[in-house]
């Protein structure tokens, strides 16, 4: 089983406030990822980090920030949330890519936001 | 555009029965095929990964193919039981000088194991 893990597994809150969604990894991979998942629908990458200091928006647009400042851990934040916001945001880890390169996945953060 | 195509979207078979689920993808240069098995609210989950080179992996009950000349590939569940009830989806990666390693998701194929 991976060692990849999120915080909360559910949140509901109201729009305007602030959130923070935890990942943490402890299998010292350098490359980590937000993915942003609709009832039914393609994981979307919204972030990825190739390690400490280094951030990158990904191919759909996000409102959301994230950091790295410990390879272990790569939080992602929205500064106000708006219903637009609910979705399940899923983060990953992998080790530089070789051609067997596996990206491991949290269990995943289901936003809900009133 | 890179794109990764599933079929069907979903599928309902009798518990004990096999199933074959599609992917066919436009994704280059080709690096890698993975399928994961992604059960509702859960992160998914590797069940076998495939080279260029490699025309077939199994995993328990399942089997993957890969034809690289026809860019399909097929996860076979062999004797379906009621845990195999998730999401299945195909991502495939592109060799990439930068990016996040260039992998793009099929939207999945649901399947429901009925009793």
């Known amino acids: 089983e991976a060692d990849i893990y999120q915080t909360p597994r559910y949140l509901v809150i109201g729009t305007g406030k602030k959130i923070t969604l935890e990942c943490s990894q402890t299998?010292?991979?350098?490359?980590m990822y937000w993915y942003q998942q609709d009832p039914g629908m393609e994981l979307h990458l919204i972030h990825y980090?190739?390690?400490?200091?280094?951030?990158e928006k990904g191919d759909l647009s996000s409102e959301s920030t994230v950091s790295r400042i410990r390879t272990e851990h790569f939080p992602l934040t929205l500064e106000s949330a708006r219903p637009s916001h609910t979705s399940q945001y899923l983060c990953?880890?992998?080790?530089?890519?070789?051609?067997?390169?596996?990206?491991?996945f949290g269990q995943g953060t289901r936003l809900t936001v009133v | 555009k890179n794109q990764v195509e599933q079929s069907p979207q979903s599928l309902i078979i009798l518990e004990g029965k096999n199933c074959t689920l599609q992917?066919?993808?436009?994704?280059?240069?080709?690096?890698?095929l993975r399928w994961y098995k992604q059960d509702t609210g859960r992160g998914p989950v590797s069940l076998t990964i495939?080279?260029?080179?490699?025309n077939t992996k199994s995993n328990g009950r399942y089997t993957a193919t890969l034809d690289a000349d026809t860019k399909q590939s097929s996860l076979h569940i062999t004797a379906s039981q009621l845990s195999d009830s998730a999401s299945y989806i195909c991502?495939?990666?592109?060799?990439?000088?930068?990016?996040?390693?260039?992998?793009?998701f099929g939207k999945g194929t649901h399947l429901i194991i009925q009793p």
């Open positions: 990953a880890s992998s080790e530089v890519q070789s051609m067997n390169t596996e990206a491991f």
């Open positions: 299998m010292g991979h350098d490359k």
């Open positions: 980090s190739y390690g400490v200091n280094s951030t």
């Open positions: 992917c066919n993808y436009t994704v280059s240069p080709f690096s890698n």
């Open positions: 495939m080279t260029f080179s490699e």
């Open positions: 991502v495939v990666s592109a060799v990439s000088g930068g990016g996040a390693d260039g992998l793009t």
